[in-house]
């Protein structure tokens, strides 16, 4: 990126959906699909206001836990938007549509699923590896060689599980999409008007990717572990599960810091890995695959400064709402 980065900017972050992409910003979060009959079609939910939360999200090595739980469950409402709609053409969702019993229900439950499911994969993640590295205690039964075994079965475990998805044509699409969405960041980033012609130049590749994010947790775990106790093999899984929130935690920081540094020389390298594994996560999009990209970051723009009421914007999975133009504005990050 040649161009100095615009400064003061507000941070989004975002993710790639199923036909479709989702920005965040301070208050709100904007999702974009592109429907069965070419046509783009949004979803909007707006941030929810917690005092603690708002506390806590200020606090380091907490802060990202905050995060993390907090991008889970607004990822997998917007995630159910896009499953739900991208291959029904507009008109027919409305013969399918549930009865009005707990809507309040299903947003909980689809939030709690996706927190359940980022803890139950931590999970896996982090103790398949422990199992591993004990196979080979005959062999390598020192704290260091385990610890050095177990940080390697959990990064092969992730660019296995990683590169096989993506041998799937709906992952690749998925990954094309999340391609889309560093793009339009870098571009906006770089203080380029956003045209296709624009993103696509930029880099599918970012310094403050969740994929980073990943690899960071591999790690910083292996540093961790080693300023514990690996034996007995039973306290050894038991501290696993325990030091996942301070992995974690730590990881976010990180990443923080790496996205920080991107620009100055030498130190920008520290970043690099993260940027490597993106390689597996991202894929190059096409023309369409960014206009919905570009589209769904002007909404939120939109939505950032003027407020909903400029915009006919889907609440719900199953109703839109058409608003009159003036709002009060809201403040960016």
């Known amino acids: 990126m040649e161009k100095e980065q615009v400064t003061a900017s507000p941070v989004y972050g975002g993710q790639a959906l199923v036909e479709g992409v989702m920005f965040a910003g301070k208050d709100h979060t904007i999702t974009a699909i592109r429907r069965k009959d070419d046509s783009i079609d949004y979803f909007h939910l707006p941030k929810e206001k917690n005092t603690v939360r708002m506390k806590l999200k200020k606090i380091p090595f907490i802060r990202g836990l ?65 199992f591993l590295a004990q196979m080979f205690y005959f062999v390598a039964p020192e704290k260091t060689a385990q610890i050095l075994l177990e940080s390697f079965f959990k990064l092969i475990l992730l660019i296995t599980y990683i590169s096989l998805i993506s041998m799937t044509p709906f992952i690749k699409r998925v990954f094309q999409y999340h391609g889309s969405e560093h793009k339009v960041i870098n571009a906006y980033e770089q203080g380029l008007p956003l045209t296709v012609e624009n993103v696509q130049a930029q880099s599918r590749l970012h310094f403050r990717c969740g994929s980073s994010f990943m690899l960071f947790t591999v790690i910083v775990g292996m540093f961790v572990y080693f300023l514990v106790p690996a034996d007995p093999f039973w306290f050894r899984i038991v501290n696993r599960i325990l030091l996942i929130p301070v992995v974690l935690g730590i990881s976010f920081e990180v990443l923080q810091v790496t996205n920080a540094l991107r620009n100055v020389p030498v130190l920008k390298y520290l970043g690099y890995p993260g940027l490597w594994l993106q390689l597996l996560t991202t894929k190059e999009p096409d023309d369409k695959q960014v206009e919905v990209a570009i589209a769904s970051f002007e909404k939120l723009i939109e939505v950032e400064k003027y407020g909903v009421a400029a915009l006919k914007v889907t609440v719900n999975t199953n109703s839109e709402t058409d608003l009159d133009a003036d709002s009060n504005p809201l403040a960016v990050q």
């Open 66 to 130: 905050v995060a993390l739980f907090e991008s889970a469950g607004l990822g997998s409402r917007h995630l159910t938007f896009s499953t739900e709609r991208y291959d029904v053409m507009p008109g027919d969702e409305e013969e399918t549509e549930p009865e009005e019993t707990s809507k309040l229900g299903m947003i909980l439950g689809v939030a709690a699923v996706g927190v359940l499911s980022f803890i139950f994969g931590k999970f896996i993640f982090t103790l398949i590896p422990v």
